[in-house]
């Protein structure tokens, strides 16, 4: 019996593929964006962030606040108006005002030094708006005009209780009152100074502003937009008082 002859196979073994590679992953737009944020450190804004709605709310009542405040001390005296009058003034509750102010008397002070700041800036503005060719006398005419405003117009209760219960705060805050006020005085001097090189004021400057304040300061007291006199003729009566034409 013939030996088995060992079969081939007529078919060769198929080579060994090599592994195939893996497929990389498709990134979406999406997800490419947010790898590219991941990457690129964020920038802070610039400035200052914007003040949340409950801040701009507390910055309102302590306006509010200060504002009733200066009224009740005009019409009815520092002593004579109570937290509970200030705070009935704002439509809050009693204990509110103490939020904001830890007393009355640092009501006072805010009330005259943040109304002095204010009105130093707003003077200020005031004669840069003027022309670089305005002379002296159109300038003290704009201070006059300027301090009429603050006296007497919409939010000017601030300098009746800033004349009127000067007694009323303690000595350190006197002091801080009288350097914005000193501020605000000084920036005159220098308009008072050349109208009296040119021999058209009154009086001796350092003089002249004390008695033009004097006599500015007490309008408060009998000016009546009612009887028809404008702030602005206001003005030019007082210029005419103090220099000669």
Do not use: C
Not at 10 to 39: G, H, L, Q, Y
Request: positive net charge.
């Amino acid at each position: 019996m013939d030996s088995p002859v060992p079969r081939t196979s007529a078919i060769a073994p198929a080579p060994k593929k090599p592994p195939a590679r893996p497929r990389s992953k498709a990134v979406a737009p999406s997800d490419a964006n947010a790898a590219t944020a991941e990457a690129t450190p964020t920038r802070r804004p610039r400035g200052r962030p914007r003040k949340t709605a409950e801040e701009l709310d507390d910055g309102n009542r302590r306006r509010k606040l200060m504002d009733g405040a200066a009224k009740l001390f005009r019409t009815q005296g520092f002593a004579a108006t109570s937290t509970r009058d200030i705070a009935a003034a704002a439509g809050m509750h009693s204990g509110s005002p103490f939020y904001h102010f830890e007393s009355k008397s640092a009501l006072l002070y805010a009330v005259m030094s943040e109304g002095m700041t204010m009105a130093t800036q707003s003077q200020q503005q005031a004669l840069n708006a003027l022309p670089a060719t305005a002379t002296p006398r159109e300038q003290l005419h704009t201070l006059i005009r300027h301090h009429f405003e603050i006296l007497l117009g919409p939010r000017s209760s601030f300098i009746p209780v800033m004349l009127y219960e000067w007694r009323s705060l303690t000595p350190a805050q006197r002091k801080g009152i009288a350097r914005i006020k000193d501020s605000y005085e000084a920036t005159w001097m220098p308009v008072l100074e050349a109208l009296a090189q040119q021999g058209a004021l009154q009086a001796e400057p350092g003089v002249a502003r004390l008695f033009i304040f004097g006599a500015l300061n007490w309008a408060v007291q009998w000016f009546s937009p009612k009887k028809g006199k404008s702030l602005d003729a206001l003005t030019d009566e007082a210029l005419a008082l103090f220099i000669r034409s």
